[in-house]
Structures are given as structure tokens and as C-alpha cells.
């Protein structure tokens, strides 16, 4: 009777946070010395601040960013030491440092390529260029996939749409090419997903008039490329958007051609069955591209985007994997319509910045910070550790679901991940920045059989590893 009571409480505490929580608020970003009005740019979270570089506002290019923090305040950046002004380059944050990589340097035709880039430092406020030493050929509209202690670049177009790629070391400076070896074709604005082991490359086009349903799984332990099934994939597309759950892929939105109107369908992608899912269309958003798609940890959020030459959305989706279902995002002080802006999860909120809309004005220097508490299953609690902690989880055994405590002293990128007996890696809990504290991440066993499991909390070089047992 006891445990039953226990029971009840716990759902009706959900239940009364839901309720609390469940309402969906806009905050705009503030002007006071934002950075200047842009597009093509690049975004990170460190864990405690946004850092937005480059981009255009035609005809400038800019070689410039700042640092925009949960305050609502705006710090510039060093731009001395800065590599070149560029636009539609990568960015990627590994920890500590921004990576910045490619990019080109105008919208003449043929524009110049750049195969050079920039470590900054925000601790000093300082840069450091990245090796030359064989570095990937110049490119721009590329993928940059930070891996947990190394960055991908991917694809992209140089005057030739490229299927070559680089992996960069950032603690040596160093660069070693990507097998060509089964590789995808050549291509541009595809996406590339990293799911803890693998690097997924899909979609994109080569030229506007052919767009791709084709992809592949690239190990960088071996260097070895598998093509991805196409069987049920979504229809070929470009300018999509992808994320990752922790165990599975989903694809949104997007277009065939440029000349044609934007999709409102996508997929699920499964790498262990190497399937392809539908994905519920009933409410999803307006068809788009150019648009923005973040994962918060249990949902996925769609905002902004292109639909024609004269239509651009302040209107979004929050869509459901486990339901198959889409909810609309709420519109009341959102940011004006845009397209070509970024989005990052902070882990409780999403923050967009920057964009175009020629309707109104060229590029904007404003944005919006996005909060819905019923977004996240990490439950957070006020609490400053002084290590890395990872603690037992509780109720051990159980069945079906479980919850594996962890404390971290400061904001970091982490991957929990759940292995089963024989080491095999069977969900991917966690894998990406979480803010210090105490977190707790409820796991549900349901699809899996009675077994001995390990769960593993990794961060740079901490990691720890823990015993469960699912008994049914």
C-alpha cells in the first residue's frame, strides 16, 4: 500500500508540473550591442554564452561576432586576430574553444574559397588559426561535426560539388583525410548527424535542379563508409534540417528544387535497423526551408523558414516522437519572419538570432529566446557540486524505467549512454551541453529484455561507468 501511495504521489506531482510548466514563453534579445545585422553566419553554446561569427549583409562580409550571455547582455569579440571575413562557413564548439572552418568571401561569381579557420579562445578573447598542413580542399555550404574530441568536415561546393572530407584534431592542429572508399556523391546543404559512434550524411543537392534521398554512415574509427537504406526514406531534398534523439534520426522539412514549394513531411531514421519510419504530418508547420530544428531532450522544435520569394514565418512546431504528434509553437512576441537564421538549445530554452527577410529589411540584428519547461525529460536540480559525480540508479533493479542521477560542476558537453552485457551500445540517453548541477534522466526499459545493463557518463576525460538490472 505503501509503494502504491509512492506511486500516486509521483504522478500527480508530474501532472501539477505539467500544468505549471506547460506554458510556452517569448523574450526578445536585446539590441544594446548586438552584433551587426546578418546572415550566413554561425552560432555555438558553451554552456553559459552564445557565440555568434561572420556571415553577410549584402554586400558586407564580416569577420566580426560577439558573445550574448543568459542575462540579456552583449560582449564583443577580438576580430585583430580573426580569420577572414566569410560567410556560409562552419562553426563547432568543442568544450572550451569555437571552431570556425571554411566559408567564402563574396557573392561575386566565381566568390573566393577558404580551406582556413580559427580556434577562439573566450576565457582570452583570443584566436589561433588551424592548421594548413593537409587541410580539405576550399568549400563552403559543407557540414562541421564536432565528435567529442575531434571536428568532421564534409561535402560542400567550390566551383565543384565536393564528397570529400577532413578530420581535425584541435589538441594537435593536425588533419587526415576522409576515405573516398563508398562514400556519398557529391553534394551541398545536406545535413550531418553525430550519434555517438557514427556520423550520418544525408540529403542535399548538386545543383539546383537534383536534390538526394541518399546517405551513409561514416565511422571515423575505421574510415569506412555503409550507405544508408532508402527504402521509405523521405523524398530527395535540400535546405532540410536533422536532429538527433539519442537513438534515432529525425529529418524535416526542406525542398526538391529551389523553384518548387518547400516540403511539410520528413522521417525517422533508426541507424541499429538501418529503417526508415513515417513522420506524422496531421498539424505539422507550414511547408518550409531554411529553417531552424533543435532537439531539447524529448521533443523537437521547428521554427522560422522560407516557403516563397515573398512569404517567411515567425511560426514553428513542436513535434512528439514517442506520440507522432505536433503541437504549434506559440506566436505571441516571437521574433519577426526571417529565414537563414540559428538556433541552439541551452538546455532549458532555445535562443535564435540573426536571419533575413527581404520583405521587411535585408539581414536583422535581432532575435528571440524560446522557453517551455515541459520541453525536457533532464529533471534539474539547484545544486553546485564540486567534481563529476555519477550515482547509483534508483530503483535497482527495476522495471520498466529507472533514474540515473549524475552532478557536474560546471556546464560541459556529455554523453550518458546505456550498454547492455556484452558492451553493446543500446540508447543514447545524453549527448550534448548540459548546465552544472545536479540532473536526473529517467530511463525506460520496456523495449528491452530482462538483462544486466552498465550506463556510462562521459566528459572530456572524466568518465564513469555504473551497473543496472532490468528484471521483468
Known amino acids: ?84 571575413a566569410r560567410r556560409y562557413h562552419t562553426a563547432v564548439w568543442t568544450g572550451s574553444k569555437m571552431i570556425v572552418w571554411g566559408g567564402c568571401d563574396s557573392q561575386n561569381d566565381p566568390p573566393g574559397f577558404f580551406n582556413s579557420g580559427g580556434l577562439y579562445d573566450p576565457v582570452s578573447d583570443s584566436w589561433s588559426p588551424t592548421s594548413m598542413t593537409n587541410v580539405p580542399s576550399a568549400r563552403f555550404a559543407h557540414t562541421a561535426t564536432w565528435i567529442g574530441n575531434k571536428m568532421i568536415i564534409w561535402g560542400g ?39 555517438g559512434s557514427k556520423l550520418i550524411i544525408w540529403g542535399g543537392n548538386r545543383g539546383y535542379g ?81 529553417h531552424s530544428a533543435l532537439w ?23 513535434y512528439d516522437p514517442l506520440a507522432n504528434t505536433w503541437d504549434d509553437m506559440d506566436t505571441l512576441n516571437a521574433p519577426s519572419p526571417r529565414y537563414d537564421h540559428k538556433a541552439i538549445w541551452t538546455g532549458n530554452k532555445m535562443i535564435l538570432w540573426g536571419g533575413c527577410n527581404p520583405n521587411i529589411e ?10 517551455n519547461e515541459n520541453l525536457t525529460p533532464v529533471i534539474n536540480i539547484t545544486y553546485n557540486p564540486e567534481d563529476f559525480r555519477l550515482s547509483q540508479n534508483y530503483p ?39 548546465s552544472s548541477g545536479k540532473h536526473s534522466v529517467v530511463w525506460d526499459g520496456s523495449n528491452y529484455p530482462s538483462s544486466i545493463y552498465f550506463y556510462k557518463l562521459m566528459s572530456g576525460d572524466f568518465s564513469e561507468t555504473k551497473k543496472m538490472v532490468l528484471i521483468k
Not at 66 to 77: G, H, L, R, V
Not at 165 to 189: F, K, M, Q
Not at 402 to 423: H, K, S
Request: hydrophobic fraction near 40%.
Open 157 to 195: 561546393y567550390n566551383g565543384e560539388f565536393l564528397n570529400t572530407g577532413g578530420i581535425y584534431d584541435p589538441a594537435s592542429n593536425t588533419w587526415e583525410e576522409v576515405s573516398l572508399t563508398n562514400a556519398p556523391c557529391e553534394r551541398e546543404h545536406h545535413t550531418a548527424i553525430w550519434t
Open 210 to 290: 537534383e536534390s538526394f534521398c541518399s546517405g551513409a554512415l561514416y565511422d571515423p574509427l575505421t574510415n569506412t563508409w555503409i550507405a544508408m537504406d532508402s527504402v521509405n526514406a523521405p523524398s530527395p531534398r535540400f535546405f532540410h534540417t536533422a536532429v538527433w534523439t539519442g537513438n534515432k534520426m529525425i529529418v524535416w522539412g526542406g525542398a526538391f528544387t529551389s523553384a518548387e514549394i518547400p516540403l511539410r513531411s520528413g522521417g525517422i531514421y533508426d541507424p541499429v535497423s538501418n529503417s526508415w519510419a513515417p513522420l506524422d504530418s496531421i498539424n505539422a508547420p507550414a511547408p518550409r526551408s531554411f
Open 296 to 318: 531539447t531532450g524529448s521533443k523537437m522544435l521547428i521554427w522560422g523558414g522560407w516557403h516563397t520569394s515573398l512569404e517567411y514565418y515567425k511560426t514553428g512546431g513542436i
Open 362 to 371: 535585408n539581414s536583422v540584428n535581432s532575435g528571440g529566446i524560446f522557453q
Open 1 to 84: 500500500m505503501k509503494k502504491t501511495s509512492c506511486l500516486y504521489g509521483f504522478v500527480f506531482f508530474i501532472l501539477v508540473s505539467h500544468l505549471l510548466y506547460s506554458q510556452s514563453l517569448w523574450q526578445s534579445t536585446s539590441l544594446d550591442n548586438a552584433p551587426a545585422a546578418r546572415n550566413g553566419h554561425t552560432m555555438v553554446w558553451t554552456g553559459s554564452n552564445l557565440i555568434v561569427w561572420g556571415g553577410q549583409n549584402y554586400p558586407t562580409i564580416f569577420r566580426s561576432g560577439a558573445k550574448f550571455d543568459t542575462i540579456n547582455i552583449w560582449t564583443t569579440i577580438d576580430s585583430l586576430s580573426a580569420p577572414d
Open 396 to 434: 535497482n533493479p527495476f522495471n520498466p524505467a529507472t533514474v540515473i542521477t549524475f552532478e557536474i560542476p560546471r556546464a560541459a558537453n556529455l554523453q550518458l549512454i546505456v550498454y547492455d552485457a556484452v558492451g553493446k551500445e543500446v540508447e543514447v540517453l545524453l549527448n550534448g551541453m548540459v
